[in-house]
């Protein structure tokens, strides 16, 4: 099974602040590589696909880089919305596997 | 708007089969990939396996000995099947619709929690 590696597992930042989180697959997965928002009790929201392809309907303020092994996710300016957890998932391969997810916290 | 629902028993005995159906409204279930993911408590998510709309599946080969996914399309749903289920199944169960070709999940129901316990 590929090994999705997501840091930080939680951070701390205000509204406004430029965010980072970063995903690590075990081997390369091209640009396989998804990014969802799950806000407990609610469905998983697609953020990203194909590693930097926005989905319909997502804020521009999200973006997503990389390749091979070493994705990010960006959200350029922290909204109160997006105060929650995000997690990666590869589609290179099955079994899809999952990053561990990073909580954003209110600082 | 595809909006994706579970529905199943939130309390299974250990070693009894867990049952849950995934209803799929706002769109047909004659397309797409359907999955089924879980996430345990305090753990992350754990993909259990997909669908497609023609009845071919895909498992996780850790589970593979143990599940079944099937699908209804006169109703427009696809269900899970897990067998001898132990404390280490309890989790919330979650299904998605798979866009296939780059394989994304983009809806997914809220979930349901499945606890096994006697």
């Known amino acids: 099974d590929i090994q999705m590696t997501q840091s930080p597992s939680s951070l701390s930042a205000s509204v406004g602040d430029r965010v980072t989180i970063t995903c690590r697959a075990s081997q390369s997965i091209s640009r396989n590589l998804n990014w969802y928002q799950h806000k407990p009790g609610k469905a998983p929201k697609l953020l990203i696909y194909?590693?930097?392809s926005l989905q319909s309907g997502v804020p521009s303020r999200f973006s997503g880089s990389g390749s091979g092994t070493d994705f990010t996710l960006t959200i350029s300016s922290l909204q109160p919305d997006d105060f929650t957890t995000y997690f990666c998932q590869q589609s290179y391969n099955t079994p899809w596997t999952f990053g561990q997810g990073t909580k954003v916290e209110i600082k | 708007q595809v909006q994706l629902q579970e529905s199943g028993p939130g309390l299974v005995k250990p070693s009894e089969t867990l049952s849950l159906i995934c209803t799929v409204s706002?769109?047909?279930?004659?397309?797409?990939?359907w999955s089924w993911i879980r996430q345990p408590p305090g753990k992350g998510l754990e993909w259990i396996g997909y669908?497609?709309?023609?009845?071919?599946?895909n498992y996780s080969p850790s589970l593979k000995s143990r599940v079944t996914i099937s699908l209804d399309t006169s109703t427009n749903q696809f269900s899970l099947k897990l067998s001898s289920v132990t404390a280490a199944d309890t989790a919330v169960y979650y299904c998605?619709?798979?866009?296939?070709?780059?394989?994304?999940?983009?809806?997914w129901g809220k979930g349901t929690t499945v606890t096994v316990s006697s």
């Open positions: 669908i497609y709309y023609t009845g071919n599946t």
């Open positions: 706002g769109d047909s279930i004659n397309s797409y990939y």
């Open positions: 194909a590693a930097s």
């Open positions: 998605a619709r798979d866009s296939g070709v780059l394989f994304y999940m983009d809806v």
